[in-house]
């Protein structure tokens, strides 16, 4: 599978608003499922494919996906290996492709939280290095 993540849209052939069941013929059988029920009494579907670095979320009736965490540094993102990059590049490059907004919290694990949310996508640091993106559609 192409290791790109494309805003908004998804990763590689991997598409948002896709069934958990065409996300698993592209991806392969998961390593993990884990359903979690929420306070809406809705339920969200998790698959970790640990070897991939990716863990896609699927909510709703229908269950279709929704939010994907990327955490393999091969992936790219607007062209560019992200992981290899600093958080000041990172937030050069979205705000090169229009993505000015942005929101930036220490989360209570210790993780740098750096959010553009006109985007959908938070980069998670562990002091100066990524260690995870999460696209949303």
Same mark, same amino acid.
């Given at each position: 599978m192409e290791q790109n993540i494309i805003i908004k849209q998804g990763i590689g052939d991997?598409?948002? %608003? *896709?069934? $958990? &069941? &065409?996300? $698993?013929?592209? *991806? #392969?059988?998961?390593?993990?499922? &884990? /359903?979690?029920?929420n306070a809406a009494d809705e339920t969200t579907t998790v698959l970790r494919y !640990? %070897? /991939?670095g990716v863990t896609l979320f699927f909510e709703g009736e229908n269950p279709c996906l929704? +939010?994907? %965490?990327? %955490?393999n540094e091969d992936y790219t993102m607007l @062209? &560019?290996? $992200?992981?290899? !990059?600093? /958080?000041?590049?990172i937030v050069q490059l979205m $705000?090169?492709?229009?993505? +000015? /907004?942005?929101?930036i919290e220490d989360e209570l694990w210790g993780e740098r939280r750096v959010?553009? #949310?006109?985007a959908n996508v938070d980069f998670f640091f562990d002091g100066d290095e990524l260690v995870s993106?999460?696209? @949303?559609k």
């Open positions: 991997i598409r948002f %608003d *896709m069934p $958990v &069941e &065409e996300a $698993v013929a592209i *991806m #392969g059988t998961p390593d993990e499922v &884990e /359903e979690i029920d !640990l %070897d /991939e929704q +939010c994907i %965490d990327v %955490d @062209g &560019e290996q $992200v992981f290899d !990059l600093s /958080e000041k590049e $705000v090169r492709n229009k993505y +000015c /907004e942005q929101d959010s553009f #949310g006109e993106i999460s696209i @949303g």
